[in-house]
């Protein structure tokens, strides 16, 4: 597995997140480092991307040395950053893509350059098997000019997204008004499948990290796509059930709780 992702030095999103559910999940991950944050539980104080050249570098070296079974793409930070993850990507086109469109971290901040969005549609969403976003990520990245989004339904994001170009759109629920937290898988011919959860209280650092790439993980194993986005699910959802909070700020899931019970089986028998 392959991920493309700024670093998070809390653990908490970002890189870290990655390779935690790829290990978790039975993947071996490999890491593009697109940016270096300052940043805590509580949000991001900086942010600085790494050079176009280098994450491309970075991306083939690996590509060169191992055979790789998918690639989850998170922060890209700059529009040229995106243009040379698309240029990797397009020499290797069997291999499947989960795009989680991160413009801005839980508590707003920008993790990105103001163009970074129209380069996600333009160069990243065309050649994503599946796109990840949140309902505001939705509405941002679909939205034509001077368009309200707050007014654009989430099914009309997804339409526009696959017509741009994504095989599959998850558009995940949780930062809207609901009682549930209602996650919707489209693709060119509307709705595949919807899934309902129970709303947990509280915020987390790292919940659409981890949904992304445990979906990446199931597809690196194998799984069909609607049956990996249901299982990533299920994994991301208690991930976050078993959560701790070690700041100030957002609690973390904790991507080993599997492993955790495990061991717990284990010394009670």
Known sequence: MLAFAGSDPSGGAGLQADLLTLAALGCHPLSVVTAITVQDTSGVVGVQPVAADWVARQ???????????????????????????????????????????????????????????????????????IATPNSLEARGLAAGPGERTDALPLERCAERLTVRGAKFVLVTGTHEPTREVVNALYDAGGLVRSDRWERL?????????????????????????????????????????????????????????????????SADE
């Open 59 to 129: 991306a083939r070296t690996l590509l060169a040395d191992m055979a790789v079974s998918a690639f989850k793409l998170g922060m890209v930070a700059t529009r040229e950053s995106a243009v040379a993850i698309a240029a990797v990507i397009d020499e290797h086109p069997a291999i499947p893509v989960v795009l989680d469109p991160v413009l801005a971290s839980g508590r707003g901040d920008p993790l990105g350059t103001s163009d970074v969005a129209a380069a996600l549609v333009e160069h990243l969403v065309p050649r994503a098997t």
């Open 201 to 265: 209280p509280g915020e987390y650092h790292g919940s659409g990290c981890t949904l992304a790439a445990a979906i990446a993980a199931g597809l690196a194993h194998g799984i069909a796509l609607p049956e990996a986005v249901q299982a990533a699910q299920r994994f991301t959802w208690q991930a976050l059930a078993e959560a701790f909070r070690p700041g100030a700020g957002q609690a973390i899931p904790d991507r080993l709780f599997q492993l955790r019970a495990a061991a717990a089986a």
